[in-house]
């Protein structure tokens, strides 16, 4: 931790994958940055804990190599419906299963030797024209990036708070001390829920429920699939339940002339979709290239292409997760005919149009 300045050019309110990521792509742009949070590393979050083909080229495109974080690869999806399956290889590259508490050091490492200044512990109070307002100091900055979270303060602050349209699930995780028993991540169709089931290293595996019942959790919905409750063991567990909110919230503006807005803060999709991490990547280096030429109003329109995708697939899925005729349709065509599934997938991570 350092101590705070008087200016910079970039203040980044918020210090997990989003702010980071923003930060680290805006030293790459020449600007100086501080970064801030009241947590303490490593920031966990509960989450699918997967960082798929284009979350990892769009690391890649703000400088960071996401395959030396220690993560554990697979090759693609596997949708069930019951004892049906389908399952599609990614049409380039792989996927990588990563903890989230392995990520966070990952990306705060980086962060320091790309010369981001991190202030832990400390609590942004407020912003004006000027800068921003943190435990009781005033620091001048050209930017101010929010990214912090989903109940974001810096969105509220600047204005930005107005959106179209929100609707909540809820997640929760944990992890099991079993060897993946597949190189997809696989996704377990229910009429109430579906359990996503990441390989995150040699002999761990991430599991988690998402449905739209606050209520719900893992022992209750674990033994409404049977054949995948088999395979996970009460002894096997080596994480307690951790729960998260799985929002699909549009805002209707996400910079103001001098407020950028990144990861949840900026709008989410719902997390059925996976592409959590690849949006914040992408935003990241999209707001960084706005605050390079001195213009944001640039960020509005490159947030809105990046999510476009995105929120399509979000409603595809979420069709698939409240219809079951639909789904079962859905799953039948593609088990039959393997190819659409492929589509699907392609379509998913961007190797199509």
Not at 133 to 151: K, M, N
Not at 176 to 204: K, L
Not at 279 to 304: I, K, P, T
Not at 310 to 332: D, E, F, Q, T
Request: aromatic letters at 6%; hydrophobic letters at 45%; proline letters at 5%.
């Amino acid at each position: 931790m350092i101590g705070l300045p008087d200016r910079t050019d970039v203040f980044v309110v918020g210090g997990g994958p989003a702010g980071l990521a923003a930060a680290i792509a805006a030293r790459r742009r020449g600007l100086d940055v501080v970064v801030a949070d009241q947590a303490i590393p490593p920031i966990d979050k509960a989450c699918g804990e997967g960082v798929m083909p284009d979350g990892l080229s769009a690391a890649r495109a703000i400088g960071i190599d996401l395959e030396c974080a220690g993560g554990h690869p697979f090759r693609g999806i596997r949708f069930y419906q019951g004892t049906q399956y389908v399952n599609a290889d990614f049409p380039e590259g792989h996927a990588v299963g990563l903890r989230r508490t392995v990520l966070h050091p990952f990306l705060v490492d980086h962060a320091e030797r790309t010369g981001v200044q991190l202030a832990w512990g400390v609590r942004t109070t407020g912003i004006d024209d000027e800068g921003v307002h943190v435990d009781g100091r005033f620091v001048r900055a050209r930017w101010i990036i929010g990214a912090d979270g989903g109940r974001s303060m810096v969105r509220k602050w600047a204005g930005l708070d107005a959106f179209r349209r929100e609707t909540l699930r809820y997640g929760f995780r944990r992890h099991y001390d079993i060897a993946p028993w597949s190189d997809f991540m696989e996704i377990h169709w229910g009429d109430a829920c579906q359990f996503y089931i990441t390989p995150v290293a040699r002999n761990s595996i991430c599991i988690v429920l998402i449905s739209p019942d606050p209520h719900l959790r893992l022992n209750e919905a674990l033994p409404l699939f049977p054949e995948l409750n088999r395979r996970l063991p009460a002894s096997a567990v080596i994480t307690h339940e951790r729960g998260a909110v799985s929002a699909t919230r549009r805002l209707e503006r996400v910079c103001s002339s001098r407020v950028a807005l990144v990861g949840d803060a900026s709008g989410s999709v719902d997390a059925i979709t996976g592409e959590g991490l690849c949006l914040l990547f992408q935003e990241a280096g999209a707001a960084a290239d706005a605050m390079a030429s001195g213009d944001l109003a640039g960020y509005e329109r490159a947030h809105r292409r990046i999510s476009r995708r995105p929120r399509l697939m979000s409603k595809l899925m979420l069709l698939m997760a409240h219809r079951r005729g639909i789904r079962r349709g859905v799953i039948g065509a593609m088990a039959a005919h393997p190819p659409l599934f492929q589509r699907m997938l392609a379509l998913h991570v961007g190797a199509v149009a």
